[in-house]
């Protein structure tokens, strides 16, 4: 994630921010041009201050509070690049449901600017694509079954009641969990769904990947019945990022595919900022870093394990400075290591076909932000 600023006062801006809180202009996400922008109403249409000579529109979803990304005004498409692939939203008219698809469209959001990065396919229901990638965002009714959070053929369901604070972290605790978050669930989902897109629909891809994450030909109903029955075998820890992804090999895919999309845009947000990290420490230079490079491009991966470790050991000596739980409570041992390395191979090797996006590559150091 990149650092934005207001165009009009140079306000630093969050991802998430619709207005500038220091000179009240409206605020619109360019993801054509990867640019939080201010922008000013003309007509019917919106001037972005970051690209004034394309006219623009906010995305549909913007008129329910729930979106602030836009779309060419010239164009016939009412919803952004993250919306259009929204199949079923909950009733709005309760309140409760509307608060809680506001926060679920918020990590939804994150999710899309690392998939625009990674130039990972994304076909919507509209191109009339054989696997699109859809999402239900469904709330409970009384009487009815729970809803569960999951991937089906490209139909990815988020339980709405995952954007209630309590009510996931009340999940998280009779779990066991030490992780769970709107995005975590977003990134893992799509994880599943590109599995099928890079591993299953390509035959020559299935046996390496077998032979790091396991036979995936293994019956998962069963699997996931043995795993709550018996939880994970013993040692887990020495092969997998969490308990859940020993379930089945499909679901340490899914895990490990979310963490590496956690590392990625979080070294990206630290290289914007121009974090460095060089403890003093006796000789242990392995808890230094300097995150100068962009980690959304092809490096080797062992460069952003370098990079990342460090960085965490940091975050969570600062939240357990301030009495929070770790910001990332999770070991990383090589043979996680090694499944990374593959998915990150896997992804670079299918953007190498794809044209790039159109987005400003992230800055290895923090911008000027000067007082309003």
């Known amino acids: 994630m990149q650092i934005f600023q207001c165009q009009s006062c140079r306000?630093?801006?969050?991802f998430e921010n619709m207005a500038c809180l220091s000179c009240g202009h409206q605020l619109g996400y360019l993801p054509d041009i990867g640019v939080l922008s201010a922008v000013e109403a003309d007509g019917s249409n919106w001037v972005a201050l970051a690209n004034p000579a394309m006219p623009?529109?906010?995305c549909a979803n913007w008129e329910e509070t729930a979106c602030n990304w836009m779309v060419e005004a010239d164009g016939a498409e009412r919803y952004c690049i993250a919306c259009q692939h929204n199949r079923t939203i909950p009733d709005l008219s309760l309140p409760e449901n509307r608060t809680d698809w506001q926060k679920v469209e918020e990590a939804k959001r994150r999710l899309f600017y690392g998939?625009?990065?990674?130039?990972?396919?994304?076909?919507?229901?509209?191109?009339?694509?054989?696997?699109p990638l859809v999402f239900d965002f469904l709330a409970e009714a009384p009487g009815h079954k729970p809803v569960l959070t999951g991937h089906d053929n490209g139909m990815i369901t988020i339980?709405?009641?995952?954007?209630?604070?309590?009510?996931?972290?009340a999940a998280r605790l009779s779990l066991g969990e030490g992780y769970r978050t709107l995005?975590?669930?977003f990134r893992h989902e799509v994880g599943h769904y590109y599995w099928d897109m890079l591993v299953r629909d390509d035959p020559e891809e299935l046996e390496p990947c077998r032979a790091l994450f396991g036979d995936d030909r293994q019956d998962y109903s069963e699997a996931v019945q043995r795993h709550y029955n018996d939880g994970p075998t013993a040692g887990w820890q020495q092969s997998y990022v969490s308990a859940y992804a020993t379930m089945h090999p499909w679901e340490d895919w899914a895990e490990t595919w979310a963490h590496y999309m956690h590392i990625i845009d979080t070294l990206e947000m630290g290289g914007a900022f121009g974090i460095s990290i060089a403890p003093e420490i006796g000789a242990r230079r392995d808890l230094g870093t300097a995150i100068a490079f962009n980690p959304y491009r092809p490096v080797p991966m062992e460069r952003l394990i370098?990079?990342?470790l460090p960085l965490t050991y940091a975050v969570n000596c600062l939240n357990r400075s301030m009495g929070q739980p770790d910001l990332y409570p999770f070991v990383l041992p090589r043979p996680v290591i090694d499944k990374m390395?593959?998915?990150?191979?896997?992804i670079h090797r299918h953007a190498e076909g794809q044209p790039?996006?159109?987005?400003?590559?992230?800055?290895?150091?923090?911008?000027?932000l000067a007082e309003p």
């Open 56 to 58: 623009y529109r906010f």
């Open 159 to 169: 339980a709405l009641k995952e954007a209630n604070d309590a009510k996931r972290e």
């Open 306 to 308: 370098e990079a990342w």
């Open 183 to 185: 995005l975590g669930h």
């Open 11 to 14: 306000q630093m801006l969050y």
């Open 115 to 131: 998939l625009i990065k990674l130039r990972l396919p994304m076909p919507t229901l509209a191109q009339g694509a054989p696997e």
């Open 356 to 368: 790039p996006p159109h987005m400003q590559e992230a800055e290895c150091h923090a911008p000027d």
């Open 341 to 346: 390395a593959y998915i990150h191979r896997l």
